[in-house]
């Protein structure tokens, strides 16, 4: 059982940039696949990054390359999204969400997550 509590939402202006973090509880964080999610009103959840569990491997949603950057610390339970020269169209709620070793195929890096943090919203202004 993971629980994942997102933080470092916030306002922001166009080309400024946020740090959010994600922290578990758990002993057994670096089992897990992380994954950055984000969901903007009325569209669908879409992943924007996600890392496997030992940093190995990342992923990034073609909208957010050369911007965001996921990170992990499993000393910390702690995985971290960078987001440099935010738009508007990067506002949305931001979700971490994790997946088991056994369920997180890096070749779907959108699958396979059964737990999730509550959200934090981003808002950018342009």
């Known amino acids: 059982q993971v629980q994942l509590v997102e933080s470092g939402g916030g306002l922001v202006h166009a080309g400024g940039s946020l740090r959010l973090s994600c922290a578990a509880s758990?002993?057994?964080?670096?089992?897990?696949?992380v994954g950055w999610f984000r969901q903007a009103p009325g569209m669908e959840r879409e992943l924007v990054a996600a890392?496997?569990?030992?940093?190995?491997?990342?992923y990034y949603a073609d909208s957010v390359k050369g911007r965001f950057t996921i990170s992990r610390d499993n000393a910390k339970n702690t995985v971290y999204l960078q987001m440099n020269s935010l738009k508007s169209e990067d506002t949305a709620v931001y979700y971490c969400?994790?997946?088991?070793?056994?369920?997180?195929?890096?070749?779907?890096?959108?699958?396979?997550?059964?737990?999730w943090g509550q959200g934090t919203q981003v808002t950018v202004s342009s």
């Open positions: 758990g002993r057994t964080f670096n089992s897990y696949a």
């Open positions: 969400a994790a997946a088991d070793r056994s369920r997180w195929n890096p070749l779907a890096p959108n699958r396979g997550y059964d737990y």
């Open positions: 890392i496997s569990r030992n940093d190995y491997m990342t």
